[in-house]
């Protein structure tokens, strides 16, 4: 990277250590795939508790403002979305458009092209979290006849590319290692998505999943089950949360390094743990990211934890996300 570019890219201090988001939230169930809605009023989780259309439902916690010091702005009871959304199968990992029209997931129980495929719901009003409309299958162009799980949307202004990464199970059903981070494009808003393509700089012969890009495209973060000895806290067979970045977004992705040497290079606590810790969500003005971990001490096998970071200087990429920032990290859109 050059001097330039590096100064074209936001700074950001170290995360802060990992916070239980509590009992409202987490329950004795699984709590996992978190999504945070652009002006972070809404918290979108996948959840198998009790109350749903299927085995894991996604359901949505509301709030009135953003400071996390304010009582009055704690996250409500999640509600489940409804019909139009979840089946009887599994429905999670939740992807929001940046526009808060569109919302992508993947499910077990629409029936499709492969075990586990990606689908879209529309919305007219980007604050009804309600006005979901029947989602609809991206079709097999996109979709395998194995799973195709865990979108991530990324929208590209400069170039006007607009890219799904997700994870794709290449291997026969039986292998737990076969997961893979694919990436399929289109060019403008009403174009379709094309045939995925590996992206080999994120994808290793473990299991890479779930992902998370921040809104400029140069940071990324995904879960894996690679091998990380060297990281304090990791346990072999789990998962951790990683990240990776790239000069411009013309660019590949650097090999991904565990989170924890990140932070404790900045002089932050560990954010995995020796437990299974995944499906990170980054919030739109990238100093908020959530995600699930089987870590102890929790409600149930699987909780929602959230951490913070400052940014310190260079861009901010919640102007272009249209995000007015408070104090603590947190903010609300402009619209």
């Known amino acids: 990277m050059t001097a330039d570019a590096a100064e074209e890219q936001p700074q950001y201090g170290s995360w802060s250590a990992p916070v239980n988001l509590g009992p409202v939230i987490n329950t004795a169930a699984n709590e996992q795939h978190p999504a945070i809605s652009k002006d972070g009023l809404s918290l979108y989780i996948s959840s ?14 509301q ?3 953003t400071d996390a010091d304010d009582a009055a702005c704690a996250w409500q009871t999640p509600a489940n979305l409804g019909s139009n959304i979840n089946s ?4 999670l990992a939740p992807t929001f458009t940046p526009d808060g029209h569109q919302l992508y997931f993947h499910s077990t129980g629409r029936g499709g092209c492969g075990l586990a495929d990606i689908f879209l719901g529309r919305r007219h009003d980007k604050r009804d979290d309600f006005g979901w409309e029947a989602a609809e299958n991206l079709g097999c162009v996109v979709n395998s006849s194995y799973a195709d799980a865990g979108p991530t949307y990324f929208e590209d202004e400069a170039t006007g590319v607009t890219t799904l990464y997700f994870t794709v199970q290449n291997n026969p059903p039986t292998s737990d290692q ?4 694919y990436a399929s494009t289109r060019i403008g ?6 045939p995925p393509v590996l992206v080999p700089e994120l994808s290793s012969p473990y299991r890479d999943t779930r992902t998370a890009i921040r809104r400029d495209g140069l940071e990324m973060f995904l879960s894996s089950g690679r091998p990380g000895d060297d990281v ?10 990683w990240v990776s970045t790239r ?17 404790q290079q900045l002089g932050g606590p560990p954010i995995n743990s020796a437990a299974f810790d995944g499906a990170p969500a980054l919030y739109f003005d ?31 990429v919640a102007e272009d996300a249209g995000v007015e920032t408070h104090h603590n990290g947190q903010g609300h859109g402009k619209e």
């Not at 198998?48 to 916690?61: A, E, L, N, Y």
């Not at 076969?178 to 981070?181: M, Q, R, T, V």
């Not at 000069?247 to 932070?263: F, H, R």
């Open 232 to 241: 304090v806290g990791h346990s072999a067979g789990s998962e951790d949360l």
């Open 63 to 65: 709030r009135a403002c």
């Open 286 to 316: 990238g100093t908020t990211l959530y995600f699930f971990s089987e870590r102890p001490g929790g409600f149930g096998k699987r909780d929602l934890y959230v951490t913070t970071r400052a940014r310190l200087g260079g861009p901010d």
């Open 189 to 194: 808003d009403e174009g379709a998505f094309g």
């Open 48 to 61: 198998d508790r009790p109350g749903g259309f299927g085995g894991t439902d996604i359901w949505v916690s």
């Open 88 to 91: 009887a199968g599994n429905d």
């Open 247 to 263: 000069a411009t977004t013309s660019d590949v992705w650097s090999p991904p390094v565990n989170l924890n040497l990140v932070n």
């Open 178 to 181: 076969g997961f893979d981070i």
